[in-house]
Every structure is written in C-alpha cells, then in structure tokens.
C-alpha cells in the first residue's frame, strides 16, 4: 500500500454543497476536472486556481415526468476535445463538444427499446465503448412504466456503432472498468443484497467469458459502512480502485485487498488526474475530495465512433 499512497497523505476536501456528485473525468488539455451532479442534472468544472463552478445545465435531459435523476452521471475522455456521458434523462451513450457544449447522442437503443438510463461507461483499447443501464433514473426503478429493457444490463458499443448485451443476470449493475490489457472487464453491482464486483476475460473480438466474482463486499455492506460497490479506476500497474462500503479500495489484478481510502462518506466514483496525473479524485456524496497517490492512472483510450 505505501507503494501506491504516501504514508501520511489525507484527503482533501476540494469543493461541496452537491446533491450527489459522480463521475468524474480529468481535461488534460486544460488541467481540470469535470464531474457530474446527477440529482441537480449539472456537470460542473473544478480548477486548483478557482474550484468548482458550473459548466453545463442541463447535463441530461430535459422531461421531468417519470425521471428520478436525469442528469449525466459517468464521463470519460472522448477524444480531442469532446467527452463521452452517460446520459440518464436522454436514456443514452453521448458525445459532448467541450468548447460548444454541443452534443450527440451515440447509442439510444438496443433490439428497438430505450436503454432504462445509461450509469457509467469505460473505453477501451479498440475503441469500444462499455456501458452499464440499471434503471437509476427512472421513478420506481425497476417498476417503472418508461423501463423498456427487460434486464438491467451491461453492454458494449463496437466502433461501428452496433450494440451487444454482454451481462444480464446482475440487479443493478454500476461501475465499469477495462484493464490496462484490454483483457479483463470489471463491472460492480450496487445491490446490498448481491454487493460484488465481477471480472470477466475479453476476447480480442469483444466478447467475453469465465464470469467470476472478483470481489464480495457483502458483509461490508451489511456492516453498514456507507457506500456500496460503484464506479472504479485503474491505475497504471493494472490496480483496480474500486469505491464500495467504506470507500476506495484497492485491489490487485489478482483480486488481493491492499487497502482503503476513507472519506467518512459513501464515495460513488473516482478518477486519477491533476499535473503529474497521481492525484486520485473522489465524489463523494455532496463533496469533490482528492488524495495524493505515488501512482499514474490507466493510459486513458479515445473511443472510435463515425463522426
């Protein structure tokens, strides 16, 4: 563990006053940060010079009937100058113009029926874009007149634009990562009840096999420790920091726990970033945190879709 996080570093505080902050996403090109605000659908812009501040309103969509949370939730890099979203109000995969603010949405259905709405999302090596749909944003969740998907599922956005179910047996699945390799595809489910994170082997054609679990915090959950298994990151060495009950732990790619990063609050996602990209940044309910670590995240991959 010290050879990951320095021995005496403490979380930082960097900005508060959230409703539920998530999914945040490092602006190399600009040094600074982006993170979304599902609840109060905005994403907003921290800075080290002048923190954090509005960035855009809505992030989601626009229809309130029949929408819990219609904000975006998860980002991630989307080539120069753009980010992808998770766009629960819009029930989709989209594209984000940085400078114009413009955006498209990507993915919308699968078999003819909307996505239930979109959580979080990770790109890898071939340009494939992964995507997890629990029905988050609806009112009532799963009894929800607006679900058109019979499963909560995972799925994976090939570069042609064609869509396949990968996961379907999980309650509510949330965060997702790919190993640095591009070989193992981790995803969380944010269920009290199944509190697990499963890992998958990816073929080099996208498909995936030995579905295993990759860690049990259930008796962690029924601890009581807030939190629950959500949004992940990657670490250059191919660590998993996985948020769960009691916050960010790290875990080998072998799966062995090395330690726990604490906030005091339920932390629902976590990115590294900053100048020399070893600074992990954490939402955490209706904060912005931040910790220094001796380590660099995943190289970030840009997504390949037609323009």
């Not at 939730?73 to 992808?84: E, R």
């Not at 790109?123 to 995507?131: E, Y």
């Not at 064609?162 to 379907?168: F, G, H, I, N, T």
Request: charged content about 20%.
């Amino acid at each position: 563990m010290s050879k990951l996080v320095p021995q005496g570093a403490a979380v930082q505080v960097l900005a508060s006053g959230f409703r539920w902050s998530e999914g945040p996403v490092w602006i190399a090109k600009g040094d600074y940060l982006l993170f979304s605000d599902v609840p109060a659908n905005r994403i907003h812009r921290w800075t080290s010079a002048g923190g954090a501040a509005l960035f855009l309103h809505p992030s989601g969509g626009t229809a309130s009937s029949g929408f819990r949370e219609a904000g975006s939730n998860g980002l991630k890099p989307g080539g120069p100058g753009a980010i992808l979203l998770a766009d629960q109000g819009n029930r989709a995969i989209a594209v984000l113009d940085l400078r114009t603010k413009a955006k498209r949405l990507l993915s919308t259905h699968y078999n003819g029926r909307k996505f239930n709405s979109p959580n979080d999302l990770a790109v890898a090596r071939d340009g494939s874009v992964w995507f997890t749909d629990p029905p988050y944003g609806l009112e009532g969740l799963n009894a929800s007149p607006l679900k058109e998907q019979s499963v909560n599922g995972v799925y994976r956005r090939s570069p042609d634009g064609s869509v396949r179910l990968v996961e379907e047996r999980l309650s509510f699945p949330n965060g997702i990562a790919v190993s640095p390799d591009g070989r193992t595809l981790y995803v969380s489910n944010s269920d009290p009840a199944q509190a697990v994170i499963l890992a998958f082997d990816v073929a080099a054609n996208g498909t995936v096999s030995r579905r295993r679990v990759f860690a049990d915090m259930g008796a962690l959950a029924a601890s009581g420790l807030p939190g629950l298994p959500d949004g992940m990151a990657v670490d250059e060495h191919g660590n998993l920091w996985a948020t769960g009950p009691g916050g960010v732990h790290i875990l080998t790619p072998d799966g062995r726990r090395l330690g726990l990063i604490s906030t005091g609050a339920a932390i629902s996602n976590c990115t590294f970033g900053g100048a020399d990209g070893r600074t992990l940044f954490m939402t955490s309910s209706d904060k912005l945190a931040a910790i220094r670590t001796r380590v660099r995240g995943a190289p970030q991959r840009s997504p390949r879709f037609a323009r």
